[in-house]
Nanobody, 123 residues
Framework: QVQLVESGGGSVQAGGSLRISCVAS????????MGWFRQAPGKKREGVVV???????TFADSVKGRFTISKDNDENTLDLQLNSLKPEDTAMYYCAARASGGCVPDARYFDLWGQGTQVTVSS
């Protein structure tokens, strides 16, 4: 079973960029559906993007064209590049994995989670 650890969060001004990373251990990410989710205070956890093991991606409409996801199967990492950041992107960002089933950006279907990394965007 894979364990996930996120890093790279921080504080930026609106319009800025950040890159957050997730390192997996205990298993290869190659066979998992991987995703990034976020949760702001008082809000439900929402899917940002998921990456299936065939390379297909599904982005939330709110981040399309601004965020990109990449996976390195050799390094066992999953990165999220966040560009043109907005104050509404402020949240705790979580890396998640799902071993089987469909790869959709719904937190209910993911059972492996990292501890999260905070992204704060000021106006």
């Amino acid at each position: 079973q894979v364990q996930l650890v996120e890093s790279g969060g921080g504080s930026v001004q609106a319009g800025g960029s950040l890159r957050i990373s997730c390192v997996a251990s205990g298993d290869t990410v190659r066979r998992y559906c991987m995703g990034w989710f976020r949760q702001a205070p008082g809000k439900k956890r929402e899917g940002v993007v998921v990456l299936d093991n065939d390379g297909s991606t599904t982005f939330a409409d709110s981040v399309k064209g601004r965020f990109t996801i990449s996976k390195d199967n050799d390094e066992n990492t999953l990165d999220l590049q966040l560009n043109s950041l907005k104050p509404e992107d402020t949240a705790m960002y979580y890396c998640a994995a799902r071993a089987s089933g469909g790869c959709v950006p719904d937190a209910r279907y993911f059972d492996l989670w990292g501890q999260g990394t905070q992204v704060t965007v000021s106006s």
